[in-house]
């Protein structure tokens, strides 16, 4: 049997961002622990929760919140013992989450701003949600770093309503890394629908928070 405590994800903003941290969680044990055989890897609860949308606006926060309680108590009686969530805009409900339940939380936003501040970058461009940007969700983290947006940031959204749609956008967002956005020497990608797009893609310059959760995980998951 293996040293690890039990994690539960809440999932589902969106599905297919949840399946990219799943298998991220499974390849950070790969790599950073030498797991292959099944009994290698910890033992995982996903509640694909279908909240409603808070990409752009937090429109229906009650039903938010309570949605997310049930979510906490749920992987609760399923007996968890780190709880994570693949979804940055979601950190704008992370007191909440925390105030719900005595099972150490793991922020995704938080744990891309120690990958930040470990790179040393001073400023950063943050592909995001508008949700994500306008709430300074990032910025709550990171006071000495300057965070700036795209010019057009209606591209950004368009990018992820299309991935959502699972339509292939990766060519289209690839190209604007490339050349829209190639004086910038660090790059959040700030939502994980956009992290789906990057999975194969690896330029020095991202910071892929999908990335920073799933080896955050990996690593407090081991029980010393």
């Known amino acids: 049997m293996n040293n690890y405590k039990k994690i539960g994800i809440i999932g589902g903003m969106g599905p297919e961002s949840t ?8 390849r950070s044990f790969q790599i950073g622990f030498g797991a292959y055989n099944d009994e ?4 995982m609860v996903i509640h694909n929760l279908p909240i409603p949308d808070i990409t752009v606006n937090v429109e229906k926060e009650d ?11 749920f992987l609760e009686q399923s007996g968890v013992e780190l709880i994570a969530f693949p979804c940055n805009s979601l950190n704008y409900f992370v007191d909440y989450l925390t ?22 970058s001073k400023e950063v461009l ?11 969700l990032y910025h709550r983290y990171l006071r000495d770093t300057t965070i700036v947006r795209p010019n057009d940031y209606s591209k950004i959204q ?19 890394l490339e050349k829209e956005y190639s004086a910038h020497k660090n790059i959040v990608i700030g939502c994980t629908d956009l ?15 999908s990335k920073c959760l799933a080896d955050s995980i990996c690593h407090k998951c081991v029980i010393n």
């Open 19 to 26: 399946a990219l941290l799943y298998r991220g969680i499974v």
């Open 40 to 43: 290698d890897f910890p033992e």
């Open 63 to 73: 039903l938010v919140r309570r949605m997310l309680s049930r979510s906490i108590h």
């Open 99 to 120: 105030s719900q339940t005595g099972i150490p939380i793991i922020s995704i936003v938080e744990e891309t701003c120690v990958t930040i501040r470990e790179k040393g």
């Open 126 to 136: 943050l592909l995001s949600t508008p949700t994500t940007f306008e709430k300074g």
């Open 158 to 176: 368009s990018i992820i309503v299309r991935t959502l749609k699972g339509e292939n956008s990766r060519e289209d967002f690839i190209e604007m």
């Open 195 to 209: 992290s789906v797009l990057v999975e194969s893609y690896k330029n020095d310059r991202l910071i892929d928070s």
